[in-house]
């Protein structure tokens, strides 16, 4: 298996780039699912975590084709967040979906190799086919996750652009060559060579780039040519689908080039928040990512 | 509490500046500790791992005042490895330890959130004392942690200059203002006066500024003069006691202003691991603590 040549193929099968971010945000469990007083210290909240995104899991197959769960909303539940963290790997791909574990991890070499080896090698308690990297610690320390992206074919998504308001305090700053963000995207291309596709010419050698950000995309994708975007922001944090599609390109069945993710908007939508019974919370989500999906769907057409 | 004040009244009791970092390599657990085939995924290396990282706590109480475990040597053993690491911050925390959590997290303000919840808020399963972040997504993001610090007394070492062989990669572009790193060190300056110490003037928001570059370190110290600075890559990495030092200033005391860590050559010292039982393991490494305390409280004495 190759991540991006992958993720490609499934991607022109559903026609749209929508990936189902699973942030369980404690304070937005819906009362169906809520028990206890849903504090993180409160033994009975992994429980709930654990149903709810089990039943966001079931809505998924045939939808989309990859989900990111950030690990911190499993981490804030101790040993037991991560010990279910493990079995919504396990769940998301028996329903063949594919994983993308947002980690943002960075460390140097020896310490970045435990990282590789917890979400990365076959085996591993949670088995992700790709990871998000940081990359203010340099290239040397991505080797130990492009090592296994080569060997067990899975993909890495290195920040280059983030959607928070303070990411141009360092992203943004200008260097001879251009701002930080986009001088980051240019050192990585060599990575990036190593890790593309032989179906598709897509790198497994990703990039993350905020959706709000339109031209940034844009400049990136003239450093970076092979790299998959991951394109947070999409729906809660504001940008829409035109904006979000500015570093795609045109591929033999619409725009393509990345992955274009939704959390909040998908998982906790409005109308499931009000739902009374599990029909009607089904409905609310389905419909959630049915609408996300077919705005992606036809921008990508286009 | 505050962490800054209560780390350098401990420092100054001790006369030296030794972090006792954890980052139990596998493949150095030596035979006096081993069971089974000590690979991440074998079930028995949770155990093995926790004796000896008991084994050294128990040598450090009166021979250091912080102990720095790095999460990734815990987390490539999954959710066994996130459970055993709770139980030594707490074992850590019960030997009047402070503990660092060498953990390097930076995410947008939601999820940093998260992360703040785990490790800095009374009550987590691995609540401790400080953590280190990574600087790349912007100053908002640090504020979760910020405000944990805040209210409860903790610290934050912020990533500025890395130990590792590719820290320059980013870190040292040049800028207007400077490199990437200096101009980061400077950024924080405005968050370090929030976390000042009444006791001692020290902020708690610290910065990590690699052993190997000392005269990056004096830079970053006239940019920073009130954040302690952690210093990694002390013995095994390669750098002496006197580059060790080059950012602290002068204190009722000695030289102070920060810690240096020491990971390898205090856990892993030569002696223990050819050591044949508890008595000359625990000489071993008692050895390498004493040496390693003795040199630099010597440099900082003089």
């Given at each position: 298996?190759?991540?991006?040549?992958?993720?490609i193929?499934?991607?022109?099968?559903?026609?749209h780039?929508?990936?189902?971010?699973i942030?369980?945000?404690?304070g937005?469990v819906?009362?169906?699912?809520?028990r206890?007083?849903?504090?993180a210290?409160d033994?009975?909240?992994?429980?709930?975590?654990?149903?709810?995104?089990g039943?966001f899991l079931?809505r998924l197959?045939?939808?989309?084709?990859?989900?990111?769960?950030?690990?911190a909303?499993?981490?804030q539940l101790?040993?037991?967040g991560v010990a279910m963290l493990?079995?919504?790997?396990?769940?998301?791909?028996?329903?063949?979906l594919?994983?993308?574990l947002?980690?943002?991890?960075g460390?140097?070499?020896?310490?970045?190799e435990?990282?590789?080896?917890a979400?990365?090698?076959?085996?591993?308690g949670?088995?992700?086919?790709?990871?998000?990297?940081?990359p203010?610690?340099?290239?040397?320390?991505?080797?130990p996750f492009?090592?296994?992206?080569e060997?067990?074919?899975r993909?890495?998504?290195?920040?280059?652009?983030t959607?928070?308001p303070?990411?141009?305090?360092?992203?943004?700053?200008e260097?001879k060559?251009?701002?930080?963000?986009?001088?980051?995207?240019?050192?990585?291309?060599?990575?990036a060579?190593?890790?593309?596709?032989?179906?598709?010419g897509?790198?497994?050698?990703?990039?993350?780039?905020g959706g709000?950000?339109?031209?940034?995309?844009?400049?990136?994708?003239?450093?970076?040519?092979?790299?998959?975007?991951l394109?947070?922001?999409y729906?809660?944090?504001?940008?829409?689908?035109?904006?979000?599609l500015?570093?795609?390109?045109?591929?033999?069945?619409?725009l393509?080039?990345?992955?274009?993710?939704?959390?909040?908007g998908?998982?906790?939508?409005?109308?499931a928040a009000r739902?009374?019974?599990?029909?009607?919370?089904?409905?609310?989500?389905d419909?959630?990512?049915d609408?996300?999906a077919?705005?992606?769907?036809?921008?990508?057409?286009?």
């Open positions: 298996m190759h991540f991006a040549d992958t993720l193929a499934r991607l022109r099968e559903l026609s780039p929508l990936c189902a971010g942030d369980p945000h404690l937005l819906p009362p169906l699912f809520r206890g007083t849903m504090e210290t033994p009975e909240t992994p429980a709930a975590v654990e149903e709810l995104v039943a079931d197959p045939g939808r989309v084709a990859i989900v990111k769960p950030q690990i909303f499993f981490e101790g040993a037991a493990e079995r919504v790997v396990v769940a998301a791909r028996e329903r063949e594919l994983v993308l947002d980690a943002k991890r460390d140097i070499a020896s310490t970045a435990g990282y590789a080896r979400y990365l090698e076959p085996g591993a949670a088995e992700c086919d790709a990871i998000t990297l940081n203010y610690l340099g290239r040397d320390t991505l080797e492009v090592l296994r992206a060997s067990f074919g993909g890495l998504f290195v920040l280059v652009k959607s928070n303070g990411s141009g305090d360092l992203q943004d700053l260097l060559d251009g701002p930080v963000y986009e001088v980051v995207a240019g050192g990585l291309a060599q990575l060579e190593r890790l593309v596709g032989p179906a598709t897509w790198s497994s050698l990703g990039l993350v780039v709000i950000y339109p031209e940034q995309q844009e400049r990136v994708r003239e450093r970076a040519p092979k790299s998959l975007f394109v947070p922001g729906g809660a944090q504001g940008g829409g689908a035109a904006d979000a500015r570093g795609f390109v045109a591929g033999p069945s619409g393509e080039g990345g992955i274009v993710n939704s959390s909040r998908l998982m906790f939508p409005e109308a739902a009374e019974d599990a029909a009607s919370w089904e409905r609310a989500v419909g959630a990512i609408r996300a077919g705005e992606l769907g036809e921008a990508v057409a286009r």
